[in-house]
């Protein structure tokens, strides 16, 4: 467990543990209680969380029973496995599929599933020496990820959207939340804050591309019994700049306080954040681009008013953008302050 180096007293508190929670099989929904009984007959079923696919740790057997979402296609989770598979082959610790009756995946009612061997992991808390451990291991996994060939489609859904994008939701937002005097207020300065953007935004056509993780973030990557480290949820993989992991990676775990932006973005110990992008360079033996360090700022800056944007499509419009105001005003200022990224 990366150690020293901790962040004032409450400014970056440890990250939650993921959910984990004992289900009896039979509480389990009729198709999972048929699968589970069939790959390992008589065993506990752990939810370990999750996003988007449902993954239950099957013990005593040691299996990950993984259920993917609908819109995920079995061409697509073919793709990932074979990512997967490329990495194991060059020393990376990462979930690799086990094939079931000579199939690696397989129904789970209308939902394609896989399974795989359980490696036991900690996930390092919200420290900056855990960050700086991130972005050498986001290094490390870029220079691996360069060599690998993407055969498949790309995710049918994603957390991260250009400014095009975000700017053509807009629109179903604001018209959301048209009644609500103060809601449109933020939508108007959503609007405002996007044009910027847009002016800001590097085409990534200019960038260096290849394949990513698409969701690198604490929760996402592990420490190993023997202190290697454990990469997860590769649902995100394409191919896309490289400054997008970058990105995303600040957006969701080094820009938060708690699981929240902060409030006062001025008081920010933005030299660290300097220091991470280092050790990434480091790691990954390729050093940023001038255009890279350019897009630095307004890429993390999309990434965090993704949900703002698209606040329209939810059930209660209002209240979504009300609560990334604090989103809003962190990108805005990120936006006139590339400098703090190194831009």
């Not at 900056?128 to 055969?151: I, K, N, P």
Request: glycine content about 8%; aromatic content about 8%.
């Amino acid at each position: 467990m990366p150690q020293g180096d901790r962040a004032p007293e409450g400014s970056l508190p440890p990250s939650s543990p993921p959910l984990m929670r004992s289900t009896p099989v039979d509480a389990l929904d009729p198709h999972l209680r048929q699968l589970t009984a069939e790959i390992a007959p008589g065993s506990t079923a752990t939810d370990l969380g999750g996003w988007m696919s449902r993954n239950l740790l099957l013990e005593p057997a040691g299996i990950v029973l993984r259920v993917h979402p609908p819109y995920v296609t079995r061409r697509r989770l073919l793709a990932v496995q074979h990512v997967r598979q490329t990495l194991a082959g060059t020393g990376i610790r990462v979930p690799v599929a086990v094939s079931r009756d000579g199939a690696t995946t397989f129904r789970c009612g209308d939902r394609w599933a896989e399974t795989e061997r359980h490696i036991p992991h900690e996930t390092p808390p919200s420290t900056w020496q855990s960050y700086a451990w991130m972005f050498r291991a986001m290094g490390t996994l870029h220079r691996r990820l360069a060599a690998v060939d993407l055969r498949g489609p790309r995710p049918s859904t994603a957390i991260f959207a250009a400014p095009s994008t975000l700017w053509a939701w807009l629109p179903t937002t604001e018209e959301a939340v048209a009644g609500d005097a103060e809601s449109a207020r933020i939508g108007r300065s959503l609007r405002s804050l996007l044009g910027r953007l847009r002016y800001r935004w590097v085409s990534p056509t200019g960038l260096p591309r290849q394949l990513v993780h698409g969701d690198v973030k604490l929760e996402n990557l592990g420490i190993g019994p023997s202190g290697e480290t454990v990469f997860l949820d590769f649902g995100f993989v394409t191919h896309r700049p490289r400054i997008h992991d970058l990105a995303f990676s600040l957006t969701h775990s080094v820009l938060t306080v708690d699981g929240h932006v902060p409030t006062d973005p001025t008081v920010f110990p933005w030299h660290r954040v300097g220091r991470l992008v280092e050790e990434y360079e480091k790691s990954t033996g390729a050093p940023l681009t001038i255009l890279e360090r350019r897009a630095l700022a307004p890429y993390t800056a999309a990434a965090r008013i993704y949900h703002a944007t698209y606040a329209g499509f939810g059930p209660n419009p209002a209240e979504w953008l009300h609560n990334n105001v604090p989103a809003i005003q962190f990108s805005d200022w990120l936006l006139e302050h590339p400098e703090v990224l190194g831009s």
